[in-house]
């Protein structure tokens, strides 16, 4: 049922076969479309952008769960890096014209034989090119092993605000879709870091979102990456490390999500510490026993050693942890973190691993893979499916005079129309805009649109084994209910259209649960 998005993918790999067939004997349209073939198979593409100094390599090591991105600021840090699966650590430089250099990768140490602070380094200074003459560095491109990037390839991208304009001019040719040209979109979502919200960030979240339809046969406001969700990020700095940061950085969170969903730039806003989320998703048993050395000691005298950093990390200090261990720390975890490591052991949490899992929570991080596992990893098939039409639809209308033109009106029609894109539009509004309906129905909306998830159970609120009949007469239910709504002579015209999608959210899944409704029903589209 491809109007409700199932079966999406199966159609649009349809329709760039059917193009393929009639477009096959130009070679670099035939190119373009097998790679968006291709790209409907291989991983979900999210995109970290945001402002210089956002903390983007910071969250990729805290989602990744291993230190595989430099956090310094090196040269790497000012070039596109694309991190992928692979069945061995391996890091190559790409020039612009294709050609390839293997990169050195170096391990910092820190105190005691730890890691250090900042990770690994790419070393970019001696590279062997496989051609006979040097290039400049393009790219990179990262091969990992883990289980994070087999579900996921994730694009590590320059501040869009760098004081260099080519610099910044990376982001904006990657991410925004007004460029010429048909070119597949590099990305699927993105996650957007923001430490602040000004004008930068909302101009470049309006051209990811919009950019320009021009010629290109895509509809102006589909032409990005479907999925936008943004990270108030280095959250822990909002409250300049007290113990309460997060709490302070949770309202800011939500004053950024008030102004960014209400115009559909964000689907959500979440606030998390960075530098906190990667420390605890790699603390080491060293670090755990250094911690509890520090909560050992009275409280007084530790918050007046936690003043500063160098006050902490100063080697005349009497405390019963090296200055060395100490200064690894403030690099490692931030005041924040070590305040609030020392104070949950204080608590009574045991063990480097309970004291982890405190840590990744309180981060915000487990907060922020909740939604990215909702908004994105669960619709992981629409998001391609999106960034393969819209590819498909610019390639049709550059390439006219062929039997491909009459594919167009249907791929333009699947953007404009596909129940799930309409869902994810839905849902970055949701939260913003009031709707005139009580919290309990607005709460089951939002699950009957997958703002919870997306298998059945979830979308109608019901237990995990619930048995289909069950299932079955919910869904019906939904669908008169959601129809009643949206027919309301008081309902203005976002709400019917939200009620309306309900409803056909609710019909796609009788659909799936094989019982189609006991009447028939009109086919329903949501409003535009």
């Known amino acids: 049922m491809s109007g409700v998005g199932y079966g999406l993918v199966p159609e649009t790999r349809g329709l760039v076969a059917a193009a393929r067939r009639a477009l096959g004997e130009r070679p ?7 790679e968006c073939a291709r790209r409907l198979d291989e991983p979900l593409r999210v995109a970290l952008a945001g402002q210089l100094k956002a903390g983007k390599s910071t969250l990729l090591n805290a989602l990744v769960g291993q230190d595989i991105a430099p956090t310094d600021a090196t040269e790497c840090t000012r070039l596109v890096t694309w991190y992928r699966n692979g069945t061995a650590p391996r890091v190559t430089a790409y020039s612009a014209d294709g050609a390839r250099a293997d990169v ?10 730890l890691p250090g602070a900042h990770g690994l380094t790419f070393d970019l200074s001696a590279l062997r090119w496989n051609s006979p003459t040097p290039r400049e560095v393009d790219q990179l491109a990262v091969e990992w092993p883990s289980a994070e990037l087999a579900q996921t390839t994730i694009i590590d991208t320059p501040g869009i605000s760098s004081l260099s304009r080519e610099v910044s001019a990376r982001t904006s040719r990657l991410l925004t879709p007004g460029g010429p040209g048909p070119a597949l979109p590099p990305a699927d979502a993105v996650l957007y870091l923001l430490r602040r919200l000004d004008a930068a960030d909302v101009d470049f979240l309006e051209k990811i979102g919009g950019g320009q339809s021009g010629s290109t046969g895509v509809p102006q406001s589909f032409s ?17 490390g007290r113990i309460d940061a997060l709490h302070s950085a949770r309202d800011v969170a939500t004053r950024f999500a008030t102004e960014l969903e209400r115009t559909g730039l964000c689907q959500s806003v979440i606030p998390v510490a960075g530098l906190l989320a990667f420390a605890a998703a790699t603390l080491r048993q060293r670090e755990y026993d ?6 050992a000691i009275p409280v007084d005298e530790l918050t007046t050693a936690l003043l500063s950093v160098d006050r902490f990390a100063h080697p005349d200090l009497p405390l019963p942890v090296p200055a060395e261990l100490r200064a690894h720390l403030t690099a490692r975890f931030g005041l924040f973190g070590i305040r609030l490591a020392v104070t949950l052991i204080r608590l009574g949490v045991r063990g480097s691993q309970a004291l982890a899992a ?31 039409l819209t590819a498909l639809a610019r390639i049709l209308a550059a390439n006219p005079g062929s039997t ?5 009106p249907r791929v333009r029609t699947l953007l404009a129309d596909v129940h799930g894109f309409a869902e994810l539009r839905l849902l970055a509004h949701l939260r913003a805009d009031e709707l005139p309906l009580p919290p309990d129905d607005l709460a089951e909306l939002n699950r009957l649109i997958g703002g919870t998830g997306v298998a059945p159970t979830l979308r109608l609120g019901l237990p995990a084994h619930t048995d289909l009949p069950t299932q079955r007469d919910a869904a019906l239910a939904a669908v008169h209910k959601w129809r009643s709504r949206a027919r309301h002579p008081l309902a203005d015209q976002f709400t019917a259209n939200a009620c309306l999608t309900a409803a056909r959210s609710a019909e796609g899944l009788l659909d799936i649960l094989h019982e189609p409704p006991t ?3 009109p086919a329903l589209r949501p409003g535009r």
């Open 358 to 388: 405190e840590l990744s929570s309180r981060s915000g991080l487990d907060e922020l893979r909740t939604v990215l596992d909702v908004q994105f990893a669960q619709r992981a098939d629409e998001l391609k499916a999106h960034s393969a």
């Open 224 to 240: 990005g990456p479907l999925g936008v969700v943004g990270v108030v990020s280095r959250a822990d700095e909002i409250g300049a």
């Open 404 to 408: 491909a033109d009459a594919l167009l």
């Open 104 to 113: 050195v990768v170096r391990r910092g140490r820190g105190a005691e034989g």
């Open 28 to 34: 670099r349209v035939r190119g373009q479309l097998d």
């Open 290 to 295: 250094a911690f509890e050395a520090l909560a």
């Open 519 to 521: 009447t028939p029903f």
